[in-house]
């Protein structure tokens, strides 16, 4: 249902060759689901391998079982029937119902037929002789216990939902261990007795599955693992089930995302207050963003009070009437009590409260409210009396209320404040909960190494209180805990599981002896990126700079000196995270940065912190890191997994990656790790003092996730409109080309070489050309009542130019107006400026001045009125906007 991804493994090595999410390489859209055609076919390309070289498939999915509902002779055989597809069309369906239903479903785009792909051999993999399933928690478990940097450990597995009690049950029952494995297939398999002796909560859930009225769904689970590294044949890895607790499944499957918001896991409690507050589940990242505010006051004076002291109020979210949402031990029966009263009636993302609208200068209100959770830390709000201002004795009436109105508009509104409330208390019981859970099964099983996976693993202010607090030696969290690391899992327990497809144990591939590279997605080749620099040519500007060292003290200069870049190099990381392969860099010290970059280069709420890339060897003096930071696995965050305090002494030198609450989400660099990204921070600590970048993922665009090719690199590059000053695309260094207005209008500058004078020189004007085929609509509002005056008639001109750089797949772009539609019909190559601005003119033709003297150039300006004038100024105006959002090119 979201975060399909793909691992791809040597089977006879254990190499990982290539593992991404769909959401990179398909559609586009984040968290994207479906099926695994545009993957396979996109790994398959990348390794430049067939589908005949795919030896097996472990697979994963917990809403329901794969391999049972797929077409006759594809669950771990060949099938002649698919062979024979393309010469028997019509047979085959006779002899392969499931398949005929699925290309049924397809032809009328229900279910998976939907999306392009469902019955490629790409998705259905019929060829492929081993397959098998994995239960949801245990992939979790696999992906991290197979590259744990220590050999025996606690996995604690915390998430949304998981697989159903009964489709585990059914398959242990009904001797499907073969196509099928769970944790009761582990257990059942380690000891007789094992199964007996499982703790699950609720302890009588048998009982309770057999007649309740929908299933019971993991929620929070608990595995000890060990496993041997070595180089001879008896390397191993296992993983043994301790715990689990199953959530009930309140509601109807069938309803919105399968009824998730009302289930009681953490995961799910916590989603449902992100979907309560930004209207959609998985944005939970921004629920712990938004907690932090909690501590925050702001301070607004009343109106018409110009007086230091006094009609002074202070705005500040109310924490005391939240009641625990989530409090209690997960461990025990009956133990946990939720009150979701917080998270009931009108959701946060709905609301229309009157703050949300902005007094126009007509005394009413606007039509368009403000952004509902758009604010800033209140030392960041202006103040007519602080230092530097004018006194408030000799300020205008009028300057104090515009003052008064820009600290309004930088406050957060009612809903907001809400929201804020909330977050905080949803964050506070998480910890509460997960700590004491955690802490329990470490006391139980005398574990002193930590994994952590699952969905709310993505936490990682609850990571850094789990791995400071609780005395492991040492804490993993992998790049990718949430649901895109199933297939790291699937395809570990592919490799090393007791279910492993290769039974000879001399030649099985050896366990990881340590973590794997975040770094397994896609490479460009040198050919993809010159054809997406040709591509674009128009609008960018180009230099090749080979020598590493230059290149990096390049950027070092640039964001040394307040610019923003984005770089792009190598192979793509797997997982939520930038680490420096797909990253958005700027420097840690300037605040201002915090709303600039969130504003108008990531085009998304203020309120969202930023993190630091920091040197690893470095990050014990800046962040308060507890034990966590000694012994052999020093690198405490080397996937940005942990938030920590920045030490007090420290913050106001990097305001910009340091929280309203003082905390920090720190990736951690190490030179073996990372030894580009670890040289260009080495390099800004040596020229400023600070070891660290601010990083941020590599996405402008909204909805978008992090880039994967050059061409996405450079078109959200160019979405930034100049916001982003640098593009670094391996050895290119990209910054944008602004719309050349005198070649346009037929003028060339040229210095005098031995004066260095300037002169204009006169040209033939330039023939502005579209960047493609265009399709135009557009359409009229009339309000009721208006009769016969064209005044009121509202037009919207909007177009669909799908060579366009900047065009979305099936995305109409609004235009200003009719003019713009109209120069956009105009320009096809073959007529110059001079001739456009004749159409929309009464100039004479002796006056166009084409490639005439100044004498005529003055004629044609003392000819035109002021009228003509602004209107000639305006198309000039629209050529370089309609220029700068890549509709046109000279």
């Given amino acids: 249902s979201h975060d399909t991804a793909l691992c791809a493994a040597d089977a006879q090595s254990g190499q990982v060759l290539y593992a991404q999410a769909k959401e990179r390489i398909s559609t586009r859209q984040k968290h994207d689901a479906g099926n695994v055609a545009s993957l396979v076919e996109t790994c398959l390309q990348a390794l430049e391998l067939e589908l005949d070289n795919i030896d097996a498939v472990v697979m994963n999915n917990h809403h329901h079982r794969i391999l049972p509902l797929e077409p006759q002779g594809t669950s771990g055989r060949r099938s002649s029937s698919i062979d024979d597809a393309e010469d028997d069309n019509d047979k085959e369906n006779d002899r392969n119902p499931q398949l005929a239903h699925m290309e049924w479903e397809a032809g009328l785009f229900i279910n998976g037929g939907q999306e392009d792909g469902y019955t490629d051999p790409e998705n259905l993999l019929p060829h492929v002789p081993h397959k098998m399933e994995l239960s949801h928690h245990l992939a979790h478990a696999y992906s991290a216990a197979a590259q744990a940097p220590f050999d025996q450990g606690l996995i604690v597995i915390m998430d949304g939902m998981g697989e159903t009690y009964r489709t585990m049950q059914h398959a242990l029952h009904t001797n499907e261990q073969e196509t099928y494995v769970s944790d009761y297939t582990l257990l059942q398999q380690q000891h007789p007795d ?99 505010w909690a501590n925050s006051i702001w301070r607004q004076r009343g109106q018409g009070s110009n007086d230091n002291n006094s009609g002074i109020q202070l705005i500040q979210p109310n924490l005391h009437q939240a009641r625990p949402i989530v409090s209690g031990s997960l461990y025990k029966d009956d133990d946990l009590v939720i009150d979701r009263s917080l998270m009931q009636g009108l959701p946060f993302c709905a609301r229309n409260d009157p703050d949300l ?28 009396t602080a230092s530097g201002s004018t006194d408030a ?21 009612q809903v907001a404040l809400d929201a804020i409330a ?116 128009p609008w960018i500007e180009v230099e090749i700079i080979r ?45 201002g940065l915090v709303r600039f970059i969130n504003e108008h280069v990531k085009s998304r709420e203020s309120f969202r912190p930023f993190a630091p890339s920091v040197l690893a060897n470095e990050a014990q003096d800046w962040f308060e890191l507890g034990g966590s930071s000694s012994g052999k696995f020093s690198n405490v965050s080397p996937y940005m997994s942990i938030t ?25 660099v190490r030179p073996e790790d990372e030894p580009s990204y670890h040289a260009l921070i080495s390099k800004f600590f040596k020229a400023t003092g600070i070891p660290m970048v601010l990083n941020t993922s590599f996405n402008t665009l909204p909805g978008e996730p992090i880039v994967e090719t050059p061409e996405q690199a450079i078109r959200s590059f160019l979405y930034t409109q100049g916001n982003l000053e640098m593009l670094i695309l391996d050895e290119y260094v990209i910054t944008r080309k602004t719309a050349n207005l005198r070649r346009l209008l037929g003028e060339v500058e040229k210095a005098d070489t031995g004066t260095k004078a300037r002169s204009i020189l006169s040209v033939e004007p330039a023939r502005p050309q579209r960047a493609g085929p265009i399709t135009f609509q557009s359409t009229f509002d009339m309000p009721e009542g208006s009769g016969d005056d064209d005044e009121e008639i509202v037009t919207t001109s909007r177009v669909q130019m799908p060579n366009r750089i900047l065009h979305r797949d099936g995305e109409w772009t609004e235009l200003v107006d009719e003019l713009e539609a109209e120069l956009l019909s105009i320009c096809d190559g073959t007529v110059t400026m001079n001739e456009i601005l004749a159409h929309y003119t009464s100039i004479p033709d002796g006056a166009d001045g084409d490639n005439g003297g100044a004498a005529q150039k003055t004629q044609k300006r003392d000819y035109m009125d002021e009228e003509t004038q602004q209107l000639l100024q305006n198309i000039v105006h629209r050529m370089a906007r309609l220029h700068d959002q890549t509709f046109l090119y000279w």
Avoid at 259 to 276: I, K, P, Q, T, V
Avoid at 360 to 373: F, I, V
Avoid at 646 to 666: M, N, Y
């Fill in 194 to 292: 094992a199964l007996e002796s499982f703790r699950c909560v609720p302890s009588n859930l048998d009982d309770l599955a057999r007649y309740s009225r929908f299933d019971w769904r993991e929620a929070e689970t608990v595995y000890t693992f060990t496993k041997t590294t070595t180089e001879s044949s008896s390397s191993s890895l296992l993983v043994t089930p301790v715990f689990k607790r199953f959530t009930q499944e309140h509601s109807p499957p069938a309803l919105y995302n399968h009824g998730f918001e009302n289930m009681d896991s953490l995961g799910a409690l916590y989603s449902r207050a992100s979907s309560h507050i930004f209207g959609d589940w998985n944005a939970c990242g921004k629920v712990m963003g938004l907690a932090p």
């Fill in 357 to 384: 609208f902005v007094m126009e200068d007509d005394g009413n209100l606007s039509t368009t409210p403000r952004k509902r959770y758009d604010f800033d830390t209140p030392e960041y709000i202006p103040d007519y």
């Fill in 393 to 413: 004795t000799t300020t205008s009436p009028t300057a104090v209320v515009a003052v008064q109105e820009e600290q309004k508009l930088q406050q957060p509104t």
């Fill in 422 to 537: 909330l977050a905080s208390r949803i964050q506070t019981d998480l910890e509460t909960v997960a700590m004491d859970f955690v802490r329990h099964f470490k006391q139980e099983t005398g574990q002193v190494n930590l994994c952590l996976a699952g969905g709310v693993a993505l936490n990682s202010v609850l990571n850094g209180r789990l791995s400071r607090e609780l005395d492991f030696e040492q804490t993993f969290i992998p790049p990718y805990p949430g649901d895109d690391g199933i297939a790291i899992g699937c395809c570990a327990y592919g490799l090393f599981g007791q279910h492993s497809h290769n039974d000879d144990s001399v030649n099985s591939p050896k366990i990881w002896k340590e973590p794997l590279s975040p770094y397994l997605g896609g490479v460009p080749s040198e050919a993809e990126i010159k054809m997406a620099i040709q591509q674009a040519e």
């Fill in 547 to 591: 020598d590493d060292e230059q290149r990096y003290q390049r950027m070092v200069d640039e964001i040394a000196s307040g610019g923003v870049i984005a770089w792009y190099r190598s192979r793509s990381e797997m997982g939520p995270r930038a680490l420096g392969h797909r990253s958005i860099l700027a420097d840690p010290r300037k605040h």
């Fill in 644 to 668: 920590a305090q920045v030490k007090e002494h420290q913050r106001h030198k990097i305001p910009a990656v340091t929280h309203v609450d003082g905390s920090s989400r720190l990736q951690t």
